[in-house]
Nanobody, 123 residues
Framework: QVQLVESGGGLAQAGGSLRLSCAVS????????MGWFRQAAGKERVFVAA????????YYGDFVKGRFTISRDNAKNTVYLQMNSLNPEDTAVYSC????????????????WGQGTQVTVSS
């Protein structure tokens, strides 16, 4: 079993920054590709960013447009999402996910999920 715990969400002003963290326990962290997804109120969960096991490959949702950076520290069993230039459309619950074997950007194909952390961006 793998446990994921997000932190770092909260309230930010438009143009501001937040850094989300996701601590992983239970299995060897480096076995998993990691991803961030978000779900705004009344909308479907969508892909935000993903990073490969060793951190050498990253993917981003089109709406990120260079504002977010995903990274991981395998020694600390943690994945991060640095979010800059936030705007109110970024308001959502952000969740991290772990995927074994092949990397996937599809929410339904992730193996494990955290509980999510709320990000609210005011204008």
């Amino acid at each position: 079993q793998v446990q994921l715990v997000e932190s770092g969400g909260g309230l930010a002003q438009a143009g501001g920054s937040l850094r989300l963290s996701c601590a992983v326990s239970g299995r060897t962290f480096s076995r998993y590709h990691m991803g961030w997804f978000r779900q705004a109120a009344g909308k479907e969960r969508v892909f935000v960013a993903a990073i490969s096991r060793a951190g050498g490959v990253t993917y981003y949702g089109d709406f990120v447009k260079g504002r977010f950076t995903i990274s991981r520290d395998n020694a600390k069993n943690t994945v991060y999402l640095q979010m800059n230039s936030l705007n109110p459309e970024d308001t959502a619950v952000y969740s991290c996910a772990a995927k074994n074997f092949d990397m996937s950007l599809v929410p339904d194909r992730q193996d494990y999920w955290g509980q999510g952390t709320q990000v609210t961006v005011s204008s």
